[in-house]
């Protein structure tokens, strides 16, 4: 079983930044890959970005490339998503998640076992 636990969220300015950090606890998330994914309200779930278990290999939705960056430490055992440039349509609730499956990435939420509890994101235009 894997734990997994978002942190970094927070209200930011238009034009700002941010940086998710997701820790994981159970289990080593070396072999996993790992997903971001964001819900605004009223909305589904969608994909974000998701890193190969290596990190050697990254993929993004469209409206977040150039400005988000996924990256992971695994001795940490945490992964972390870099936000730059946020615009107010970013505003979600932002969530990480695993799955036991690393040497590729997967973007439907249902692909996916493990998720975290989420942390709020609020861009103010």
């Known amino acids: 079983q894997v734990q997994l636990v978002e942190s970094g969220g927070g209200l930011v300015q238009a034009g700002g930044s941010l940086r998710l950090s997701c820790a994981a606890s159970?289990?080593?998330?070396?072999?996993?890959?790992m997903g971001w994914f964001r819900q605004a309200p009223g909305k589904e779930r969608e994909f974000v970005a998701a890193?190969?278990?290596?990190?050697?290999?990254?993929y993004y939705e469209d409206s977040v490339k150039g400005r988000y960056t996924a990256s992971r430490d695994n001795a940490k055992n945490t992964v972390n998503l870099q936000m730059n440039s946020l615009k107010p349509e970013d505003t979600a609730v932002y969530y990480c998640a695993a799955r036991n499956d690393g040497n590729r990435w997967y973007t439907a939420s249902n692909e996916y076992v493990y998720w975290g509890q989420g942390t709020q994101v609020t861009v103010s235009s």
């Open positions: 159970g289990r080593s998330l070396s072999r996993y890959v």
């Open positions: 890193i190969t278990w290596s990190g050697g290999s990254t």
